[in-house]
């Protein structure tokens, strides 16, 4: 009879660690799944700047050309919204909302389509991408997403905290990780789209980014 019990106790266990893998699996997949295409391309204007390739400096000419996508595409009741506000004269937009895992979903996100075609060099020689944000001390992730994806779950991802004063954070593109099954580093030429990130648990997101610039 003790065999029974604990033989089927150990099946729910062991069926309730599928159940989890597979809905954090769903989360990640479908927060990077989203295709970049019909998204604004913001390389096609001169933004080389400084020896930097600034990508936004957030302001009301500019904020259009971002995207807000929630875990509700799928079924998920994550809720949230992009403001474009201003701190002493600097434009930046601000994702807020509510991440919630319930019903496989798991987050929202800010994002945007990316061309390096009108850049001076194509994307060549560039090392990694800055971001100035500021938050409530909660982790947020960086995705990008390149031409060369394989399926809708592959894409690259870095993690930052986001505190309560503003901080510029740079990562070097081999500090990413690449999701998914193919393990290839990042090449900056195949860059499809980028996106600011709230995911994988649940809690309040509450996050601003005033700027987003890549470095040679």
Known sequence: MWRGCIARRNTNLELGREKNQVKQL???ILAGCFSSKGLPDVANEDWERDGQLVIDDFNQDTIGRWQFVSDQVMGGVSDGKVTLEQDEGMY???LTGNVSTKNYGGFIQ???GISFANSEQGGKNLQGVR???RGNGETYNFHIVTNDRAYYGDFYSATFQADSEWKMIEFPF???ERKGYNTS???AKNIRSIAIVAYGRDFISDVSVSTIEFFY
Request: charged share 20%; aromatic share 12%; hydrophobic share 50%.
């Open 174 to 176: 081999n500090t990413f």
């Open 110 to 112: 800010l994002r945007t």
């Open 131 to 133: 971001i100035n944000v």
């Open 185 to 187: 580093k990042l090449d």
């Open 92 to 94: 930046y937009a601000r």
């Open 26 to 28: 769903m989360i990640l």
